[in-house]
Nanobody, 123 residues
Framework: QVHLVESGGGLVQTGGSLRLSCAAS????????VGWFRQAPGKEQEFVGG????????YYEDSVKGRFAISRDKAENMVHLQMNGLKPEDTAVYYC????????????????WGQGTQVTVSS
């Protein structure tokens, strides 16, 4: 099973940008979908977006469309989440996750998870 580690979180002001990375080791992401999820305090975990590793096709939750962009680097076995125009409501712990057979918006469909990285957007 692939092991995932997120990095790149931090504190940023409203309107700022952050780039999160998800590094995969111990296996290949070929044929996988990699999703990004987030969980704010007191709220359920929600789907942010995802990328099909083989095709590079991306998917986004409506509230982040046009602000967030997901990409993958096959050579480095990494997935990135570029977040622009950050808002206080984007504050959450962000997780990357992997599953076979493509991207799903349902977190229960993923079997490999990173430990999460905190993103805090100040107003």
């Amino acid at each position: 099973q692939v092991h995932l580690v997120e990095s790149g979180g931090g504190l940023v002001q409203t309107g700022g940008s952050l780039r999160l990375s998800c590094a995969a080791s111990g296996g290949t992401l070929d044929g996988n979908g990699v999703g990004w999820f987030r969980q704010a305090p007191g709220k359920e975990q929600e789907f942010v977006g995802g990328i099909a590793w083989d095709s590079g096709k991306t998917y986004y939750e409506d509230s982040v469309k046009g602000r967030f962009a997901i990409s993958r680097d096959k050579a480095e076995n990494m997935v990135h989440l570029q977040m622009n125009g950050l808002k206080p409501e984007d504050t959450a712990v962000y997780y990357c996750a992997a599953r076979a057979f493509g991207v799903s918006r349902n977190n229960a469909h993923y079997n490999a998870w990173g430990q999460g990285t905190q993103v805090t957007v100040s107003s």
